[in-house]
C-alpha cells in the first residue's frame, strides 16, 4: 500500500511493544492508554495552609493579632477573677470573710464550709445534697432524652431526603429563635394544662424544647462529615440498615454525641428562669434556684454560699474537662464541611 | 461466582436520567470495565447492582435469579469503594474480618480467612493498624481484602486504583489482573484509565450521558467503534476526527473537509462514504497518518504546530485549517514549528461516520461484519 511505497517518513506506532504483551496487544494497548488521569490531591493538603498560614502569623505580630491577645486578656480576667475570688471566699470563716481589706489568700483556711454542705446530717447540708440530686435527675434525664431524640433525627435530617425535609430542619431552629422568657408564661400554661407545674418533667420537658434544635444541628453536620460510603460498605459486607448505623457510624459520631450530651447537660443544670417559675416545692428545687434560696436565708454566711456555687460548678468543668477533646472536634469537624 | 446480567435498567433523579435503559450481560468469570466520561453514570451502574440504590425501571439478574428488590446484604456482592470506605474505627484486622462477622463466620474460620487474605495482599503485618496509619497504597489492599475475604457471587470495583500514584498503580493492575485470572472472578470494574480497561479487561463497557454506546472485547471496541463517541472517547491520542464532504476527484470519490483540504478515498471507501445521508465524519488514528517532507499528489498539505517526543515515538500536532490533527512519527523525527509537511490517511483503517447520525458506516459490503477483525488485520499485513 502507499504507506509503504512512499519515501515519507514512516508512521508506524509500533514500536511500543512491552515485554510482557505480544505485539499487537501492546500496540492496542500503548494507543487506547490515556496518559495517567490527574489523580486528586489528598484530603490531608487541606490543612496545610491554614497551619502555615498561623505560623507565620505567629512570628510577626499583626495589629490585629495584638488586639486580639488583650481581648482575650480581659475576656480571661472577668472569667478568672470571679471564679478565685469564689474559691477563696469559700475557705475562709465567716469573719474572714468580711475582713477589710479583703485578702486573696485566706489567712486561716477551713474547708469547714464544704463539709457543712455535703453532711447530710446538717439541715443545710441535707437540703443542698437534695438541691443537687434533683438537678443530677433533670439534667441527665433532659441530656438522656435528648439525645434518644436528636441522635435518630439528625441522621435522617443527613441521610434521607424527603418532602419538606428542609423546612422542617429550619423550622427546628425557630424555637432558639427567641430569647427564652418569651416562652415563659405559654408553657407555664402548658405544663398547668399537663399538670406537669411543679414536677421535673416540666423542666426536663422544657430543657428538650432548648436543646434539641442545637443538638440535632450540631449533629447533623457530623454524620454529613462522615462518608455515606462506609454504609454502604457495611450493608454490602452483610449489614442491615440498622447495624450499618449502629456498629459503623455511631462509633465515628461518638465525639458528636458526646458533645451534645454535655451541651445539653450543662443548659440543664445551669437553668434557672423556668426552674424558679415551674417549681414550687422545696423537695424539688433544683441546684440553681436552690442557690438563690441560700442567699435569702443565710445572707450573711458568704463563704457557705460561695462554697454551693463552687460545688456546682464542679460536676460541669470536670466533664468539659474531661471530654473537651471531643468537644472541639465535634465543633471542628461537624462544623466544617469539606 | 455468577454472571451478572442488566436488563433495560434505568435510574432516573427527577428529570436527570443518570442511567438510561442500559443492557449489559456479564458472563461467569468475566471481567468486565466500565469506562466513560464523569457523569455518565458509572457509579450509579454499579450502585444499582450493588442494591444501594433503587432501580426506576429495568432488571437485574446474578446468575439467573432477579434481584431487583434484594437488599444489599443479601445480593451476595463485594464492593471496593473508589475512596476505599475502610472502617477508619476499626483495626485492619476487624475491616477484613466484618464481612465475614455480618455472616455469621465462626470465630476460628473468621481468624483463618483473614490472615490468609492478608497473605495473599501481603498486608500481614498491616492487621493491627488503623486504615490512618497506612499508605494510600495500603489502605487499597486493605479495601481490597475486605472484599476478597469472603467468596462472593461478583466484584463490583469503583474505580479502586484511581487515588494511587502512577507507578503503583501499574502494580496493582498486574496484582488484580493475576487475583482475577486466579480465582475465576466476576467483575465489574469502573475506571477512567483506559490503560486499566484495555490491560485487564476481557470486555469494554463504554457509557456515555447514561447510554451504553458499545460492549465488546476492547481490542474491537478500539478497531471498530461504532459511532463517533466511542471513536473519540477510546484511544489515546483521541483519534482525529475531520468533518468533510463526499465529492469527486479524478474519476475518484475523494473527502473534501471543511477546511478545504481535498483527499481521496479508495474504492472501498468511497462505497462506505456514498451511504452517508450527508456529511461525513472522518476518524484516523495517530499511527494511520502518514507523513511526507515533500509534496505529493493526492496528499494534504499541513503545518507543524508543536512536536513531541515521548522517547518510544515522537507525536507530531499539525495544523489543518483550524484544526489541530495529531500524528506519531519515529522517534528520532523532528519538525520546526510552521513547517510544511504533507499528510495522507491509511485508506485500510479510515472511520467513517455519518455526521447526521454520528454512526459508523459500514465497512464495503464484502466483509461480513464477524470477519471485520480479521480483516482489518489482513489489510494491514497485505499493505
Ligand atoms: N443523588 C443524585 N441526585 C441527582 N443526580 C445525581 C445523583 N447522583 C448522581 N446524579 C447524577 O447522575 C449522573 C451520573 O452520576 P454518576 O455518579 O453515576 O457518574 P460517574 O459516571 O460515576 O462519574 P464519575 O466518573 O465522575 O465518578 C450525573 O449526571 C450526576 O450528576
Ligand atoms: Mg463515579
Redesign the pocket.
Known sequence: MSANLSTGVGASGGSTADAGLDGRDARIAAAIATPTAPSRPAVRSRVQPATRRRARRRCRPTPIGVLGWVFLAVLLFFTVVPMAWMVSTSLKSSFAAIDQPPRWIPAEPTIVNYTKLLNPDETVGADFLRYMRNSVWVSTATTVLGLIVAVPASYAFSRFAFPGRDTLFFSVLVRNMFPTVVFLIPLFILMRRLTLVDSHWSLILTYLTFGLPLSIWLLKGFYDNIPVELEQAARIDGATRFQAFYLIVMPLSSPGIIATAIYAFIQGWNEYVYARTFIQSDRLLTMPVGLQKFFTEYASDWPGLMAASFIMSVPVVVLFLALQKYFVQALTEGAVKS | MAGVTLREIVKE??D?V?VDHVSLEVQDGEFVALV?P???????TLNLVAGLLELTDGDILIGDKLINDLDPKDRDLAMVFQNYALYPNKKVYDNLAFPLKMRGTPKGEIAARVRKTAEILSIEHLLDRKPKQLSGGQQQRVALGRALVRNPKAFLMDEPLSNLDAKLRVQMRAELKRFHQEIGATVLYVT?DQMEAVTMADKMAVMSGGVLQQYGPPDEVYRHPVNVFVAGFVGSPSMNLLRAAVTAADGQGALRGTEGWLHPLSPANARRAAASSGDVMVGIRHNQVHLSREERPGWVETRVYTVEPTGDLTYVHLRLGGQLLVASADAEWRAAPDDRVWVEFDQGSLHLFDAQTELALPLADAVASGATVGSARAMATAG
Open positions: 433523579y427527577g436527570v443518570a466513560g464523569s457523569g455518565c453514570g458509572k457509579t450509579t477512567h
